[in-house]
């Protein structure tokens, strides 16, 4: 199985705090993930003034103002932010990544040579915003909370005509509730989405825990993106919706033991199981002290570990034969002993 790609989400969890989006940072590094990821927008290109709160996002600031305005304001991380923060990525050898929320972020993020381009859910109907990330000609994983097969399929024909190759694209299944319940996780639509449109699938999730993207890794998915903070008791719009630096190194450690247990599909004994074949298995063994011209009856034999003999499979091939030497109860019984 290939290595999943594990995308570890610092997005706006950085409270608009350089030295917390480093402690980000590093707790990305101790778990072991490929990408630490933040969001990039101005908040006039992304919301109007009159815009509401979500209201998991109220819910969680509390701070009796509804205006998604001013929430994402305080969270602007400005170009030298962005460099900063690349060069303590590379300091710490980890992949920085960023999500674009408009079109000029799509172009700071171009200036900057990100990797790859992470189109957000509610970005998926958003065709100046796909247009323009699919003329980048990098790869794109785009994430698909709300949307159904067609809007997916509407997604992937904007950025493939705008000059993405369809084998650079990977399609994130993904529910946009925060945190998801697991009755709405609905993981076996990643499983269609890749039969559907025969791209890479993975699975970016909101829900709380590990379990999830643990299921996913084994059901198939090459992405894997989850938030996470330093702690959920923090102010902020998705602190509660995020893992903590311990749950994130046990994700983390989860996954990857789960693409080593995954093998190569061919059943058959593994080197560690092998030796316990003998011991484990059953031989054909006598019941009583047998002369030597008897001929076996089932009444004779008694099927008894160890498994270093004849095998019980082979019975019928022994009922009716005769011994051609004395045998004394519990002996095992060999082909050498038949006549």
Not at 15 to 43: H, M, P, R
Not at 200 to 220: C, F, K, N, R
Not at 242 to 262: F, G, T, Y
Request: hydrophobic share 40%.
């Amino acid at each position: 199985m290939n290595r999943t790609l594990i995308i570890a989400e610092a997005g706006v969890n950085h409270n608009g705090s350089i030295e917390l989006a480093k402690k980000l940072i590093d707790v990305a590094v101790e778990a072991g993930v490929d990408y630490v990821k933040f969001q990039t927008f101005k908040a006039e290109n992304l919301v109007s003034k009159s815009a509401k709160k979500a209201a998991y996002q109220v819910k969680n600031i509390n701070d009796n103002d509804d205006s998604q305005f001013a929430m994402l304001k305080k969270l602007e991380l400005d170009i030298d932010t962005h460099k900063l923060l690349i060069d303590y990525c590379q300091s710490r050898n980890i992949k920085f990544l960023s999500t674009a929320f408009d079109l000029d972020s799509i172009d700071l993020l171009n200036e900057l040579n990100i990797d790859l381009f992470k189109v957000p859910s509610g970005e998926i109907t958003n065709y100046p915003y796909l247009q323009k990330i699919g003329r980048s000609g990098k790869s794109v994983i785009v994430s698909t909370g709300m949307a159904n097969l067609s809007d997916i399929e509407a997604c992937i024909e904007v950025l493939t005509n705008a000059g993405t190759n369809r084998d650079q694209v990977t399609i994130l299944h993904c529910n946009t509730e925060y945190p998801t319940p697991m009755k709405d996780v609905n993981l076996k639509a990643m499983l269609t989405i890749g039969e559907a449109f025969k791209v890479p699938v993975g699975y970016s999730d909101h829900t709380l825990g590990i379990e999830i993207p643990v299921a996913a890794v084994a059901m198939g998915a090459t992405v894997i993106e989850k938030h996470f903070t330093l702690d959920k008791t923090m102010e902020g719009p998705d602190h509660k919706a995020s893992l903590e630096p311990d749950e994130l190194i046990k994700m983390v450690a989860a996954i990857r033991n789960i693409e080593n247990a995954m093998g190569n599909g061919i059943k058959s004994p593994s080197a560690s199981e092998a030796r316990n074949i003998e011991i484990a298995r059953k031989s054909i063994h006598i019941a009583k002290d047998l002369p030597a011209g008897h001929t076996l009856t089932e009444a004779d034999l008694l099927m008894k570990r160890p498994g270093s003999g004849i095998s019980p499979m082979k019975i019928n091939s022994i009922l009716g034969k005769t011994i051609a030497v004395s045998l004394r109860e519990d002996d095992i019984l060999s082909w050498s002993h038949l006549q």
